[in-house]
């Protein structure tokens, strides 16, 4: 089992920083991937930014250049700096995590509103 607690989210205008941050906990394979999920009002879930152990990541085209994701494999922490906030950005975000052949773990998801 991996537990996910998320920190961080609120509400900020549009233009605005938040900080998102996320520590896993339990058995953790030392070859993982971490990262961020979101899910807007009406919308599927999708991916926002993932970072692997071999130091791979990856953005969605919507994040690219305004959001950086980054990790501490020794600590099992993965954050999500998001820079220049837009209302489309409002979502659920969901801390994730997942391992080769194993299903994949969630967090219980933090609230990001951009609004004016």
């Known amino acids: 089992q991996v537990q996910l607690v998320e920190s961080g989210g609120g509400s900020v205008q549009p233009g605005g920083s938040l900080r998102l941050s996320c520590a896993a906990s339990?058995?953790?394979?030392?070859?993982?991937?971490m990262g961020w999920y979101r899910q807007g009002p009406g919308k599927e879930r999708e991916l926002a930014a993932t970072f692997t152990t071999g130091g791979k990541t990856d953005y969605a085209d919507s994040v690219k250049g305004r959001f950086t994701i980054s990790r501490d494999n020794a600590k099992n922490t993965v954050s999500l700096q998001m820079n220049s906030l837009k209302p489309e950005d409002t979502a659920v975000y969901y801390c994730?995590?997942?391992?080769?052949?194993?299903?994949?773990?969630w967090g219980q998801g933090t609230q990001v509103t951009v609004s004016s």
């Open positions: 994730y995590y997942n391992r080769p052949g194993r299903p994949a773990y």
């Open positions: 339990g058995s953790i394979f030392s070859i993982n991937i």
